[in-house]
C-alpha cells in the first residue's frame, strides 16, 4: 500500500523498512543481497565511483571559435 513518496520496491515486494535504505550504501547492499538471493553470486558493483562520468566543464568566458 503506497502512502507516499518516494515508495521504492524491490522483486515486486515494498521496502517498509526505511533505515534500510538510509544511505546509498545501505540501498546497494540490499539490492546486492536481492541479486545475489536469485542468482547464487554476488553483483560487482561499485558504490564509490559514479556510472556515468561528469562531463567536462566548460568555461563560458572562453570562446572556441
Known amino acids: 500500500n503506497v502512502t ?13 523498512d526505511n533505515n534500510s535504505i538510509a544511505t546509498v550504501e545501505k540501498f ?14 554476488r553483483p560487482n558493483i561499485s558504490t564509490t565511483e ?4 561528469p562531463a567536462p566543464q566548460t568555461d563560458p568566458n572562453t570562446s572556441s571559435n
Open 4 to 16: 507516499g513518496t518516494p515508495t521504492f520496491f524491490l522483486d515486486g515486494k515494498q521496502i517498509e
Open 28 to 41: 546497494s547492499k540490499l539490492i546486492e543481497d536481492a541479486i545475489e538471493a536469485k542468482t547464487g553470486k
Open 50 to 53: 559514479p556510472a556515468v562520468q
